[in-house]
Each structure stands twice: as structure tokens, then as C-alpha cells.
């Protein structure tokens, strides 16, 4: 089940429902904040069978504090000031359906679970998810990829801003519906990765339950190179899983050399490091980092890398950064390494009186960093645990992946310890017969899917296509009901919507967009004004509540169309030709109707002038 | 079915499910429902007879752990009574139920974090939800509160929060005077989460029972932020939201005292502590509480308030019943009953002179209590009719003894 030597690649994909959330009925999306704000702590508890997670452990180690902001779409659930209510039967059945789709074993009851995660992320220290499905298999072009559980949770609430040891979140994403498909490791190469990631990703877009947001859905990629397994986490593009891989892969390798090199410098014992306060050296110091660090009050703290020198950053090595990532565990921002100075203002002078303070030996490397005295002991632990760890090549962790940057260390590797169960929601019963049913006449490829979308729209095959494919489904389901014309709402998703906001430099969320056109069809007022009534907001002279309420979306009577006519005739001139009437008319009234009456009027004025 | 009869919580076990073969912890049986935590850290149901177990591994059962610790030279006492503070998930029938052991709980909470570590004697002298508590709860509690004061220590009482209000109003009543503090804390979230109230509101309840508090205190969270506690006095606070943090609000008040961020303010005018703790650990429990409702029938009122020492109506507005009451209310008078008038509205006081449904109420000797809380007078009058003479009830009833009748009320 390996591909390359030793390698093994799973993934997970995570896809956003667009249903109501998981555990109230507050809406998926608009995510505007209140103003309210409340701050909070997570205490570490122990899970199920009374062992604790080596995550949770960490992040109490850690001791953060939260603030989150409320938002229109939250409640008292999302602030942890009520408990679940019922689970939301539009998420459950879809997430049943895909399971099923995936021909994964249906379990007879579903359980809600708390899944401990005490970064703050969610405000009750825990992530509400449910197993609805194992053992199941999606066909590829290499092979059937076995898929491990279909999972149906709670997305976690948005990380805005750290500071410190505290850290922002928004209460908006909290609580959306995430399908959760987990694979075996029986993907072969990148490559193989992304065509996997597509296939189940289809699975999911063609229930037409998926959020069309940019992160809606989003990949954790679990490799091992024989070091332990790494999760990558959080990759929203499908092509970045590719380079990740790759990236990750890279890292393994360089570390591997790195290691091999510093355990004949040191022999790869324990390392002992002694953190001090150099502040007194930098006391004129031009480096705005350590600079501004004073001026805050704060220390600049040195301490010897054994055996790193020429480790810390070249070439391909880059140990500097696994230490950097360890003191940015405890709050600091980072750290500047012996490879790397002279730098960042930091002088050949004030290196040279750093080297006599610290007094390195030529395999030594060494590194300062902006922290409080007070913070030693938590940053020599930090980078202790760090080193003792890479130095065994036990790699395995959480880790993030920015393109610019390649990955990161987030957190250790979470284990199945921290899953207990949620006591506020009982056990679920459904009928699988159903879900059986509703699975079978899911669409089995995306050409399958588009033709069922042109067949029910009544509009193109390649305008179908577009709109699958684009996740638009849902959109096009409720602008065509509000709009009762499919043809409008397919034109408006793929053209007009476009054209609006390159025109005007401005987007509108389909919360807004659906409002708009709710609120002008409650006023019985046809696609002319609905047009209108977006132009109007796209272009910022009206707000998504006041355009229903404009004249300016009421289409011209018949009255009213004559008189224009009659008065751009009466001007004459190149704007009363016929090619340039309908111009010239919306440019005098500046309100909606309809061309073709506007063509009829002209001709019939015409010819009564012609008498 | 009878292979999975003998197995135990916690046992490893091999089984298989529609020809696949999975591995996990037996969790138990319910309702038909085999639950298995499977090896990825989910419990899955399964119905019995669609799962056979290959193999599971035997269970030792557990040693209890010690539920009580005493600590030499301790300056407080921490009393557990059960309620959702001392409460932890019970994984055999998934509820949330009292538990036998706290120490997890002060382990946890962050005054143990910095080194520092608090002495604190420990003790779980009852284990029940707070809806389960009867006025004999009350005096057993008293009675271990004075033991603990007696021996120089202030105290910490664990509660559930349902029926604090009543427990620490009886405490405020029954202690005439106080040589230590005593506070009373729980938690709206249970202990067992990691978002929950318990280990601040812990620590502050521990921080107020350091002050010069001569009144019975209820520490709970001052807002959904955990960042401050409200000290306050439990004659005036009552649980106002089923479920939030700040459920607990002095009502017409403010609080005696706020401690944020490591420190205690008192700043609320407050009995100081006295030289010694005086308990009248007498209640008379034939007092009743009586809800008014349009369509509240004679019948139904007087089956709750005959026989009764003394009668609690929740009335509305100002004080008013249905008119068709009143003769009740004059008969069981003339019996002996006392009748008291408290206001439905919870802010603001009752007065009988506005309407002449109050003076008619008033004439056939129902008294009004100004703006006590209701659940307080029930509270009040067992403590007045246990340790006074029946002369004396009126009179003390609408006397201020524990600051829990305003003279004053603010906007």
C-alpha cells in the first residue's frame, strides 16, 4: 500500500455544508460582528478513558487566553452559553448520503462525539463530530482508494488576530457543517493525491449541499517518509496538495542530513541549553525588531546552539526555523540565528560582542530573541522538547503549509484520547433505507451531473457545466425560484454577477444578493428591476435593505415610456436613431423596463409621426 | 449476546460487523445499543445481534480514591455538596452525574498553576443535584459549615446552581453572626469541559472567603467573559438564565465585591465578620409557596396552603390576587395560617395601598414583604417560625435581619 520507498499519503477532506449550522439554527453564513466581544480560558481535561492528549497537553502547557468576537450568525451555542441544540437533519442526511455514495458501512446509530481541541478554535474546548460511516472505497484511475470513516462535524470559529498569549477569533464560522472523508494510506504520489482529493471532492459537490465559499472545502494531507506521520492541515487549494507533498518531503530529507551531521558534532544527547539576557549589548542597537522589543520593556535573551553552526540555514538545512517554530509556542515571535547574522540590522559589531559574551565553539552555532527574563524557563523547555525530538527523527506532528513558506509546525499530533462523548445530544436513529435511496440517485460523474442540471433548468449543457463545476447549484436553485425564470438566474450567475463586480470593484455576498432579489420580488416586481435593484447596491448608491424601497427600481409605465420617446424624438438628433434608442431612453429615465415594449412604442410613435 | 454480557467498560475487544472485523473499548450496553469506542476514538452503535466478538481482554476494577483530604493547618474548607461543579460525565450511561472525587478540579484550576499551590481541606459532605436538596439538607450543611468555623476556617461550599439561592439564603439566615466567611459557588457548564466556569468560579469563591464577608456570599461569574467574579449577597441574588455563565445577578443591587485578575475588591456595604459563629439550626418545614395564576382555582390554593404554618403567594404586580381567593385566605387566617405577599415581577416591591385588592388582602392578614425575593421568604419564614415565637412572626417578617430588604431602591 506504500508508493515510494517507505512514503505513505492519506488525506482528509473537509467540505463546508451550505444547510443551516450543525447545532442551532443559526445561519451558515453572514459573519458580520456585533461588537460584542468575550474573553475566556480552556482548562485541559481528560478524555473517555481518563488518559489525557498529548495536544491538550501542550496547549495547557501553553496557557493562552481567548477573545472572541460575536457575530449576527452566532448564538448563545457558538459562545458556550447553552448547550447543542438537535443536529441539523439537512447535515446529517448529506453527510449519510455521501458515506453511502462511498459505499462506506452505515452505522446503525450515530453518536455525537467531543473531540478536545484547546487551541480556542472552539469556544467549549471541543469539537462536536460524529462517525456516520467506515469502510468504504472511492475508484480511481490508479486503484481503489479505501476510505476510513465518513465523519460529520462542527467547523471551528476563525482565527482573526494572535497577540501574544492571546489569541482572536470570530464566532461566524463556528458551528458550520464540515464533512469530514478520511482515506487509507493507499495513495501512491502527489499526483495521485490530487486526482483522490477530486474524485471524493465530486462526491460531496453533487449533493448540491456544498458551501461555495473559497475555504468551503479544505484538505489535511497525512505523509509519512518513514519518520512518523505529518499532517498537513488546512490546504484549500486542490493544486497545493502537490506541492506540499513535495515540500514536506523535502524538509524530511534536510533534516535527516542535519541530524546526521549534528549527532557526529555531538553525539545527539541530550541537549542542555542556558538561555541569558544580553539585552546590555544591544543597548544602541539599530535592529528595529530588537529595538522595538526593548522599548517594550522586554530582554534580549542569547543562548549557544551546540553543534548547529552552518545547520541553522544553508543550503538545504534548516534547523533554525524548527527552533523558531518552538519559541513561537510560547507567544515570541521568533528568533535570529548565528547563519543568519549579521542581519536584520544586527551589526557585525554587535555579533562579534555577542560571539565573546556566549562564547561558542566553532561547531556552535548560536541565536537571540526578543522575550521577557521571566519567560526562560518555558523557552528552554520549549526548544529542549524541540531538539530532543527532531534529533530522534521522530517527526510526527501537526503541521501547516503556506506556499511562500513551505510548511510549519502547528501542533503535536492529536490522538484518539481526546474523544469523549458529546452527553447534551442522545444518540441519533435514521432510516438507511432512505439515505440508500436518496444515494443511488446521486449523479456518478460530473458529465452526469450536468446534464441533470440542464435537463431541470432547461438551460445549456455548457452553462450546466459551468455551474457544477463551479459549485453554484444552490445558487442557481434559489435564484431561480425567486426570480421563476432559470435562464435569468444561470445569465446573472455567469455573466451578470461578474460583470457587476468588475464594473463597480465591489462584491456582494449571496446572502446579500438573495436578499436583494427577495425583497424586489416581494414587491412583485419582475428581472428588470431586479437587475436595477443590483446595480443600485453594486454600485454603493443603495444599501442591500433601503433598494427595495427606491423608485428608481419601479419599471416605466407605458405612459411614462411614451412621453420619453416623444421627448427624445421631439430633441432629435443621433440619440433618437433607431440603433440608439434603447440608450438613450434608460440614460433620460434611469429606471428599468422592458426592450421590446420600448421597440414597439418607438415603431408605432414612428409611424403615427410618418402620417 | 451472552459473550457480550460478561464483557466490562473499558475492555479491549476484537468484533466483527458485516464481514468487516474492528477493533475498540467496550463502552456498555443501553436501549438496545451495543457502544463500542472504536480504535479511532468514536463510539459506534451497533444493534447485538449484528456484531460477533472475537476476543476481549478482562477489566481489574478500579480502587476508589480517597474522597475526602485533609490538610494540616488549612485556612479553608472546600464542601462539596454534588451539582453540576462536582459533576463529570458518567460513560456508562453518557450523563452528567455527581462525582465522587474533586480533587481533579482544584488541580486544575489556575490558582495551582504558578507553583503556588492552595491548602485547602476538602470534603464532599453530600452528593446530590441542587434539585434534590430539602430544607433537612440545610441543616445538615449548617451544622458542617459551623464545625469548619469553629476550627478557624473559612468556607467554600460546592453547590448546583438550580437551588443555591435557597441553600445560601437558609445559611444566611441560620448563621446570626459569622466568624469566617462563607461562600457559596458552582457552575453552568460542567466541570468535566474545558470551557467550564467551575475552576474560576472556584477560585474566586476561594478568594472572597479571605475577606472581612460577615453576610453568606454567592461567587459566580460577573459576565460570559472569564474574567471576573461577582461576590454577592444571597439574600438579594437569585438564578436569573437556564444556562449562561452570569446567570446569578443581584437583583436591585449591585455586588459586595469583584475579583478579576488575581485580585479581590469589596467595595458593597456588607456586615463584617464577628468575633463568633452563632447558629439557630432550627427551620419550620410546614411553609409553603404558592404561584398566582389567572384561573387559580379556591380549591387548588387551599390544598396547597391548609394546614400550613405559614404561606408564600407570588402575586402579581404589586401584590394581587384573584379577588375569589380572598375568602379562602380569611378562613385559613382564622385557622392560624400566616400568608405572605411577594411579587411575581421579581424587581421592584409589593404595596398594598395602590388598589383596593391589596387592601382587602392586607385587611384579611396577609403581609407584605416590600421587595424581598420570594424564594428568600419562604427561606425566611421556616427560620422565623424554627427560633421565634409565633408573636413575633409579622414583625420579624418584614424587619430587615440580613440585609434582604432594600430601603432604597436605585435606578
Known sequence: MTGESGTKIGLEIHVQLNTGKLFCRCRSTGETHTGTRISRRLYATTGEMGKSDSAVKFETFRNRTFEYLVTENSCLVEADEEPPHHIDGEALETALVVASKLDCILLERVFVMRKLVIDGSNTSGFQRTALVGIGGTINTSRGPVRISSVCLEEDSARKTETNG???????????????????EPDIKDEEHAVETARAISFVVTATGKAHRAAEAIRQDVNVSFGHGRIELKGISRISDIKECIRAERERNAALGSAISILGERTGNETFNLTLRDVSELFRDTQSRVLKKGLEAGNQILGLVLPGMHGLLKSGDFRLGRELADAVKTVGLSGLMHSDELPGYGVTEEEVRNLRSMLSPRKVDGFAIM???????????????????????????????????????????????????????????????????????????????????????????????????????????????????????????ILQLKGAFETKHGKALSEDEIISILEAVRNRNLGRESMEKALDLVYAGKETPLSVS??????????????????????????????????????????????????????????????? | ????????????????????????????????????????????????????????????????????????????????????????????????????????????????????????????????????????????????????????????????????????????????????????????????????????????????????????????????????????????????????????????????GKYSNGKLEMYGEYRPLSGESTLDDRLEQSVTMTYFYPGLSAGDFESMASGKKAVVIMGTGLGHIADDLLQSIRRLSRDGTEFMMTSQCIYGRVNPFIYSTGRNLSDAGVTYLGDMLSEVAYVKSMYVLGNFPADRFRELMTSNLRNELLERLKL
Open chain 2, 1 to 256: 449476546m451472552s459473550d457480550l454480557g460478561s464483557i466490562k467498560f473499558g475492555a479491549a475487544i476484537r468484533f466483527r460487523y458485516r464481514n468487516t472485523v474492528l477493533s475498540g473499548t467496550f463502552i456498555g450496553i443501553e436501549n438496545g445499543i451495543v457502544t463500542i469506542k472504536l480504535a479511532n476514538g468514536y463510539n459506534a452503535g451497533f444493534l447485538p445481534d449484528s456484531i460477533e466478538i472475537l476476543e476481549h481482554s478482562e477489566v481489574k476494577a478500579e480502587r476508589k480514591k480517597e474522597p475526602t483530604r485533609k490538610a494540616e493547618g488549612a485556612k479553608i474548607s472546600i464542601l462539596s455538596t454534588g451539582g453540576t461543579i462536582a459533576s463529570r460525565v458518567d460513560y456508562t450511561t453518557g450523563a452528567v452525574k455527581p462525582s465522587e472525587d474533586i480533587d481533579w478540579l482544584l488541580e486544575s484550576a489556575p490558582f495551582n498553576r504558578n507553583g503556588s499551590r492552595l491548602t485547602a481541606e476538602f470534603r464532599i459532605i453530600e452528593n446530590i443535584l441542587s434539585e434534590n436538596m430539602k430544607p433537612s439538607n440545610w441543616i445538615a450543611i449548617a451544622r458542617k459549615i459551623k464545625t469548619d468555623l469553629d476550627a478557624g476556617r473559612s468556607v467554600v461550599v460546592l453547590h448546583g446552581t438550580d437551588t443555591m439561592t435557597y441553600t445560601a439564603s437558609a445559611m444566611a439566615f441560620m448563621f446570626r453572626s459569622l466568624s469566617h466567611p462563607v461562600v457559596f459557588t458552582g457552575s453552568q457548564r460542567s466541570s468535566d469541559r474545558p470551557s467550564s466556569d467551575s475552576f474560576l468560579n472556584v477560585e474566586g469563591a476561594v478568594s472572597v472567603s479571605s475577606s472581612n464577608l460577615g453576610e453568606v456570599a454567592i461567587a459566580m461569574h460577573s459576565s460570559p467573559s472569564d474574567d471576573c467574579i461577582s461576590a454577592m449577597r444571597a439574600v438579594r441574588t437569585r438564578k436569573m438564565h437556564s444556562t449562561r455563565r452570569d446567570a446569578f445577578k443581584p437583583i436591585e443591587e449591585g455586588p459586595m
Open chain 1, 549 to 611: 424601497a427606491s423608485s428608481s427600481i419601479v419599471p416605466l409605465s407605458s405612459q411614462e415610456l411614451d412621453t420619453i420617446l416623444r421627448q427624445i424624438l421631439d430633441e432629435g438628433g443621433p440619440g433618437s436613431e433607431k440603433s440608439r434608442i434603447i440608450a438613450s431612453i434608460r440614460e433620460k429615465s434611469g429606471r428599468p423596463f422592458d426592450p421590446s415594449t420600448a421597440m414597439k412604442a418607438y415603431d408605432s410613435l414612428k409611424a403615427r409621426a410618418g402620417k
Open chain 1, 370 to 492: 526578543v522575550a521577557r527574563v521571566t519567560d526562560i524557563e518555558r523557552i528552554r523547555t520549549a526548544m529542549e522538547l524541540r531538539l530532543a525530538k527532531i534529533i530522534t527523527m521522530d517527526l510526527a506532528e501537526t503541521r501547516g503549509y503556506n506556499p511562500e513558506i513551505g510548511t510549519f509546525f502547528l501542533r503535536p499530533l492529536a490522538g484518539s484520547e481526546r474523544m469523549y462523548p458529546e452527553t447534551d445530544v442522545e444518540a441519533i436513529e435514521y432510516d438507511q433505507k432512505h439515505v440508500c435511496a436518496l444515494s443511488e440517485k446521486l449523479p456518478r460523474t460530473p458529465e452526469e451531473a450536468s446534464m441533470e442540471i440542464s435537463r431541470k433548468y432547461g438551460i445549456s449543457r455548457q452553462d450546466a457545466d459551468t455551474i457544477f463545476r463551479e459549485n453554484s447549484l444552490a445558487l442557481l436553485e434559489r435564484i431561480s425560484e425567486i426570480s421563476s425564470d432559470s435562464r435569468w438566474a444561470t445569465r446573472f
Open chain 1, 165 to 183: 498569549s492571546s489569541v482572536q477569533y470570530s464566532l461566524g464560522r463556528l458551528g458550520v457543517p464540515l464533512i469530514e472523508i478520511s482515506t
